[in-house]
């Protein structure tokens, strides 16, 4: 019987009540909203490399080795030597090793020097591949492969020809335009740095600089032979290699290979993963050159730690914009008040206890807040359901759907109670002047 009186004097007040549950239902959506996206990119950032055991760069912070290699913000205070990379890329515990050298970019967007090695092992994700939507990888020093957003945002596609400049920022004034790169290759959406990056072959890297901008006119012979493969094939004597850490130089061996002076990191695959913090220690205990080796989900987590104020604030807002809504369906339940003072005098008087019209008032507020509660949801889990293909395929975030989790249905939990305490201020006022107040005459 109560629930069909607070269900007829809410269809009597169909209006204002509509309202108020869709203010409501509003606040669930932004809550659940940011709760779900925050966790998502909790997910997704620390997601965003896998399958490489190790960083391994000159000797910085963990933080900055981690932002210039993976996130390609910053740039190093010093590179890793070539010689270094070879030593390294050849002990025992490894399994494969990738280098990566940058410096440059394109309108604003980073360049990396790599490897094919590098879309064979580089993963991100639960250890996904990175995947080609047209083209291939590079396989000449005049090739380049874009990331998807780089490819959307400036309009190319396979066969047109780019220039890359000299430095990182949006604007520079020294561009190699004698060595113009080819599109051979779009990558897939990955939600990572990889969408905004160009690659190149490692050794594209080494001619523009060693040239001088020249291209092919300074060293034909350079780009007849120049390849860096992902592995490193022969060793060298000490006085076929070139020690400047600056620029590269051709190897007169059997490869014909241009091998740089320096580079950037390097991403190391393990054989073992039991092995880890052992090889770990041996790279930032080694002696020919400082080095810094880090594990990429260990330090993403550290980084995530750091951001963790924006974390907070995103979810104090959306806190607080819930209670702005709840606080206007007490005001509501306050503003109808007076409008049922009679209504309620009546019930009182034909012997309805107190507590009944107290349960009443407290029965319209949680149906309100439950009716908010349960559209906000299904709304929210609608919509991206519908967009989350869109939201993939435009910025490369992969949200998943939205579950009807323990964690969810403690959110929906906690606004009906908050609905239900904030409605005791009008229940406890209602039952205490009703009585005397609507049986009153009026003039």
Known sequence: MLLRIASASLWNRRLTALLTAFSIAVSVFIMLGVDHLKNEMKSSFGRT???????????????????????RIGNPSNNLSWQTFQALSQAKEVDWAVPISLGDSHKGYRVMGTTPGYFEHFKYGSRQDLTFRQGQSFTTTQEVVLGSDVAAKLDYHLGDELVISHGTGEVSFTHHDAYPFKV?????????????????????????????GQGDHAHPQVQRHAAITDQTEDHHDDHDHDHDHDHGHVTEGTGHHLQPGSVTAMLVG????????????????????????????????????????????????????LVASLLGMTTMLLASMREREREIAVLRAIGAHASFVLLLIELEAVLIALAGAVVGYLGLAGLLTLLKNWISSEYGLFISGLPL???????????????????????????????????????
């Open 270 to 321: 393990l054989k073992s993963r039991i092995g880890t913090l052992t090889f770990q220690r041996k790279v930032n205990e080694y002696k020919d050159e400082p080095l810094l080796a880090i594990i990429p989900g260990v330090a993403l987590a550290e980084l995530w730690q750091m951001m963790g104020m924006v974390e907070k604030a995103l979810a104090l807002i959306a806190l607080l914009v």
């Open 49 to 71: 490399v896998s399958g490489v055991d190790l960083i391994v760069g000159a000797r910085t912070g963990s933080t900055n080795l981690l932002l210039y290699s993976v996130f």
């Open 184 to 212: 051979v290759g779009i990558l897939s959406a990955t939600g990572t740095p990889v969408d905004q990056t160009l690659h190149v072959n490692l050794a594209s890297i080494e001619l523009i600089h060693l040239s001088g």
């Open 405 to 443: 989790s323990g964690s969810t249905l403690g959110y929906l939990g906690l606004i009906v109670g908050l609905a239900a305490l904030l409605a005791l201020i009008p229940a406890v006022l209602s039952y205490r002047t009703a009585l005397s107040r609507g049986l009153s005459v009026r003039l």
